[in-house]
């Protein structure tokens, strides 16, 4: 409060301050907290909202010692040091990121200045870190200083209430990270999920019979793949790719388990899941997943989802008997229509992970298939996401994201800045360091980094140590090729990758082939927990977040990818070369090598 009160007799004198006291309700003057220079891309201004258009208004405070907690997650995840394994309990977490009392304090001040009962009107989380408050939106235009519009998507003709920019007094400003809904566009239509289904040419493939009789193919690690693997991917042909096959997981009852996120209204189809097993993987046909409902998700068994599907059975293909979870997470918050205004669609990413941060006990993989170009999110919005990734990983979960499928950036690449200069658009949260970003490959013998593997380097978040290694040879080698067209300094993406073409999936009864760096997630993932089952069932905790880990001791787990290149911007992209590249990151996973280095 010190500090607070020192700025306020600055900014109003003596006798202002006397006021303050009495009522604190008189914080400094507002001033921009974030702040679009243009209608973010595909919008554009609809009408007005009702003035009584419910908002419900969530605000993160500051975390009082995030960066402890930031030292601790590097702690327990560098294999060289003592804590290594030891992750952080619930209670522990949210010790770490609870804000100060002064933050409550004056965030109270602040809203009871505005007639709200920080008692009665305010939900909070465990950790306090995160309030909301349905409010009228007059009642959240004057809070916030600003104007709110509906907005019209002017593809999808979807219409959402948001604002170009908001102001908070100038003393809230190191109280309070981010406020929503406010600037946040990247709703849940452009968050799209990172897939595509091809269209086979029947005349150019093999039959099942004439691939059947080809002779397998022989992996880098001398394994035998079937030829048909080069086009055609089934689970079978990922467990011989990657050394998966024969390996028999034992932890299924010790606890491990692998999440799959699903948003924009994706369903995973049971029976389509049955029909999978019987084609792909019979030994595991009667295997289930569990659904788990987030702020109402649905799993409504007549829309089955191509990306929910494909996800789902592919970690199911490759982690059988681990058990898995789908959580639904809807766009849309339960909200009273009026005549004038659409349903309020809420960024779903926080509600997912404040969710999955309030039980004790989670699993220890993630696989999450949707992301958007990294300038379309506010950076506080990033910032804060990024933030609550660290807390999953250091309560011990493994978090993989598809890297995106727009080579080195899809559509023009403008700024968004108001400069409109080209840039290639990295995808976030692939470029949260605290996830793994995992990037696409195709055919076998060799595997080659396919065109639409996303790839490139964050403007947000700066290099992180553990690429410190990996990633400067890379850029070496780049020289002053796309000088300006990236920031060399930032995190590099992607960490990983693994096959991301040609993947049989099936959708309501019928089996398509689908691609997409969506494909890939979800196969290393898979990895991720059978190498975790590997781990708990000799005693030893889960992997947790992995990076550190790929980094170092992890790299001879991989089998370097050397061929492919991602266009995009105008541009050919980066080549795959030998060592991490921005198509491939380290290359495909080994899960022979990477057992017995890291198990
Ligand atoms: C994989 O398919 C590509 C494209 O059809 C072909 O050029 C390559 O020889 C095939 N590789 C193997 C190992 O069959
Ligand atoms: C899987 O679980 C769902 C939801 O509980 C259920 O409707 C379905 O019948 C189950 N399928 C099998 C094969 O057990
Ligand atoms: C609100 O409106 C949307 C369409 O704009 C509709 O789908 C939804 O069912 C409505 N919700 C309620 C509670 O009336
Ligand atoms: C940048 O692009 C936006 C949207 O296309 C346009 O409205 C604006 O005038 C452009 N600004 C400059 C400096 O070219
Ligand atoms: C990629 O490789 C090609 C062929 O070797 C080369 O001509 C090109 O300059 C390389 N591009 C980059 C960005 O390194």
Same mark, same amino acid.
């Given at each position: +409060?010190?500090s607070?009160?020192?700025r ?9 301050f ?23 891309? $595909? ?17 993160g ?9 930031? $030292?601790?997650l ?5 294999? !060289?040091?003592? #804590? ?6 619930? =209670?522990?977490v949210?010790?770490?990121? /609870? ?12 809203l ?14 465990? /950790? ?14 004057? *809070? ?15 219409k ?23 600037t946040m566009?990247?709703? *849940?239509?452009? *968050?799209? /999920? ?17 691939l ?6 022989? %992996? ?13 991917v089934?689970?079978?042909? =990922? *467990?011989?790719?990657? #050394? ?24 995973? @189809? ?16 009667g295997?289930?997943v ?15 989802g ?5 996800? @789902? ?11 898995n ?5 809807? %766009?849309t ?5 009026d ?6 669609? $809420?960024e779903p990413?926080?509600d997912? =992970? ?7 006990? +989670? ?6 298939s949707?992301g958007?170009?990294?300038?379309? !999110?506010?950076?506080?919005f990033?910032? #804060?996401?990024? @933030?609550?990734? /660290?807390?999953?990983?250091?309560r011990?979960?493994?978090?993989m994201?598809?890297s995106?499928?727009?080579?080195v ?20 949260p ?15 013998a ?19 140590? !553990? ?20 920031t ?6 992607? $960490? ?7 993947f ?9 082939? &689908? ?16 190498? @975790? ?5 000799n ?6 977040? =992995?990076?550190?880990?790929l ?30 590249d ?8 080994? !899960? &022979? ?7």
């Amino acid at each position: +409060m010190v500090s607070s009160f020192i700025r306020l007799l600055s900014t109003f004198g003596f006798s202002a301050f006397l006021l303050v006291h009495a009522a604190p309700a008189h914080l400094s003057e507002p001033s921009v907290k974030h702040a679009w220079q243009q209608i973010p891309a $595909d919008w554009e201004v609809h009408d007005a909202p009702a003035a009584d258009h419910p908002i419900t208004l969530k605000i993160g405070l500051k975390q009082s010692r995030i960066d402890e907690l930031i $030292d601790s997650l590097y702690q327990v995840s560098d294999p !060289f040091h003592g #804590r290594y394994g030891q992750h952080l309990s619930r =209670l522990e977490v949210e010790e770490l990121v /609870a804000p100060h009392a002064d933050t409550v304090d004056v965030v109270d001040s602040w809203l009871i200045s505005h007639g709200v009962d920080p008692s009665s009107d305010v939900t909070r989380n465990g /950790a306090g870190d995160w309030i909301s408050i349905r409010l009228p939106l007059s009642k959240v235009e004057s *809070m916030l200083s600003t104007k709110y519009q509906i907005y019209k998507h002017k593809r999808t003709s979807e219409k959402i209430v948001r604002t170009l920019s908001y102001s908070l007094p100038r003393d809230l400003h190191d109280h309070i990270d981010i406020i929503q809904p406010t600037t946040m566009f990247d709703n *849940m239509r452009k *968050m799209h /999920a990172t897939s595509h289904v091809n269209k086979v040419d029947p005349s150019s493939t093999l039959s099942a019979a004439e691939l059947a009789a080809l002779p397998d193919v022989t %992996g880098p690690n001398g394994q035998q793949i079937a030829a048909s693997c080069n086009t055609t991917v089934t689970p079978t042909c =990922l *467990m011989q790719l990657y #050394r998966t096959e024969g390996y028999v997981p034992k932890a299924a009852n010790k606890g491990n388990r692998i999440g799959i996120t699903g948003f924009l209204e994706q369903f995973i @189809n049971f029976v389509d899941l049955q029909t999978f097993f019987s084609k792909f993987r019979p030994d595991a046909l009667g295997a289930n997943v569990t659904v788990i409902s987030v702020d109402g998700g649905l799993n409504d068994q007549t829309i089955p989802g191509v990306e929910a599907n494909l996800d @789902n059975q592919y970690t199911e293909g490759i982690t059988f008997p681990t058990p898995n979870i789908f959580y639904s997470t809807p %766009g849309t918050a339960p909200t009273i229509n009026d005549s004038v205004t659409p349903p309020q669609r $809420d960024e779903p990413y926080i509600d997912w =992970l404040n969710f999955v941060l309030s039980h004790d006990d +989670m699993p220890f993989s993630f696989t999450t298939s949707y992301g958007g170009d990294e300038q379309t !999110f506010p950076k506080e919005f990033a910032v #804060r996401a990024c @933030n609550l990734f /660290a807390q999953l990983g250091a309560r011990g979960a493994s978090i993989m994201f598809s890297s995106g499928d727009g080579g080195v950036g899809a559509g023009t690449c403008e700024t968004n800045d108001g400069t409109n200069r080209t840039i290639f658009q990295p995808v976030f949260p692939a470029t949260c360091p605290f996830v793994t970003g995992v990037g696409a490959t195709f055919q076998i013998a060799p595997e080659k980094g396919i065109f639409f593997s996303q790839g490139g380097f964050s403007v947000y978040f700066p290099r992180p140590s !553990f690429q410190d290694k990996a990633v400067p040879p890379f850029l070496q080698k780049l020289g002053n090729t796309y000088k300006g067209l990236f920031t060399p300094g930032g995190r590099g993406v992607p $960490d990983v990758s693994a096959q991301g073409e040609g993947f049989q999936v099936v959708v309501g009864g019928e089996v398509e082939s &689908v691609g997409g760096t969506s494909a890939s997630s979800p196969t290393f993932a898979g990895i991720v927990t059978l190498l @975790n089952d590997f781990r708990i069932s000799n005693g030893k905790p889960p992997l947790g977040f =992995l990076n550190p880990l790929l980094y170092s001791v992890g790299v001879p787990g991989f089998v370097d990818i050397l061929l492919g290149n991602n266009p995009g911007c105008g541009t050919p992209g980066f080549n795959a070369t030998e060592g991490w590249d921005a198509i491939t990151g380290l290359g495909t996973p080994d !899960f &022979v090598k990477l057992k017995s280095l890291i198990g």
